[in-house]
């Protein structure tokens, strides 16, 4: 199964870098090939200062070795070897009408001292965050995840969607990151489903996510925009990077366990601002975006 991932997830690469090139007609990725001295490594492509995309990456890894202290004490093991590979992305666009999209797919397996595979799941999901709320952007983004997700299992849509809406939640700001998607962890074997049911699920996701990006992306790209616009992107990118840095248990797992910072951190947007104690005009498109921030919506 992990080989059967790995190879499913360099293919996603080359067709998600691919695409969003030929949609940016400028910029191209750049590819960093790195190793971990620990065991495994990966392939970090980013895009930088295109023509719609201000930063981006798309990354795939596949790392191994002794289990990291701070997952002994979650899981409770005194000794154990891991395996952990997936593709993960950050698209922060430089027009303020598009909006910033986060995914990634991931497959996990621990083995006791003699080799043998004790426990392995998948996880993932993908959410998107606006900075002006166009409802029918949000509403097809979702409809995209429900469709994949039905092909499987009625419950997984409004299952996944809530627990999007939790995970992404800045607690500390009262709101969330943005109008978020799907989320998902531990999906293990039950009996209802076997591990290749779990890759199925995960490979159908990843297998649709240009379809519920890229029409969004097209349909924004060529909308005027004034410096008011940007600044707000701006401003709302720094409660981006407060998720990321204080929330997201990706990243600091990555800082924690001597992690490649490069790509860590490449999820961050490029310019951001923090203005103090910034206060919203009433009925403004930027109030509209702010409430349903603070209350998250079925938009299907």
């Known amino acids: 199964m992990k080989d059967q ?163 992404f939640w800045n607690t500390h700001r009262n709101e969330a990151r943005g109008i978020g998607g799907l989320f998902f962890d531990y999906l293990k074997e039950t009996k209802e489903f076997s591990i290749q049911d779990r890759f199925d699920f995960v490979s159908e996701i990843g297998n649709h996510f240009l379809e519920s990006y890229a029409p969004i992306v097209k349909k924004r790209r060529e909308m005027s925009y004034t410096k008011e616009h940007k600044d707000w992107q701006e401003i709302r990118r720094g409660r981006y990077v407060e998720f990321n840095l204080v929330h997201d248990r990706g990243t600091l797992f990555g800082l924690k366990t001597n992690g490649r910072i490069e790509s860590i951190l490449m999820s961050l947007p490029p310019v951001v601002q923090w203005k103090y104690n910034y206060q919203l005009k009433e009925n403004s498109e930027e109030t509209k975006l702010v409430e349903i921030l603070k209350n998250p919506k079925d938009w299907i």
């Open 5 to 167: 991932f790995y190879q499913y997830i360099e293919s996603l690469q080359n067709n998600i870098t691919s695409t969003l090139e030929e949609m940016d007609g400028a910029a191209k990725f750049e590819e960093d090939i790195w190793q971990r001295e620990e065991g495994g490594g990966g392939i970090t492509r980013i895009i930088e200062n295109g023509a719609i995309f201000e930063k981006g990456g798309v990354n795939i890894s596949a790392v191994h070795g002794e289990l990291p202290e701070t997952l002994r004490k979650q899981f409770r093991v005194k000794e154990a070897d891991f395996y952990a590979c997936g593709l993960s992305l950050v698209i922060h666009p430089k027009n303020p009408m598009i909006p910033t999209v986060h995914a990634n797919w991931r497959y996990f397996e621990m083995y006791d001292k003699k080799g043998n595979c004790v426990t392995r799941w998948f996880g993932g999901g993908q959410d998107l965050t606006p900075y002006y709320l166009f409802e029918e952007d949000a509403i097809h983004f979702h409809t995209i995840c429900k469709q994949s997700c039905d092909k499987f299992d009625l419950n997984f849509y409004p299952r996944f969607k809530k627990s999007c809406d939790n995970y």
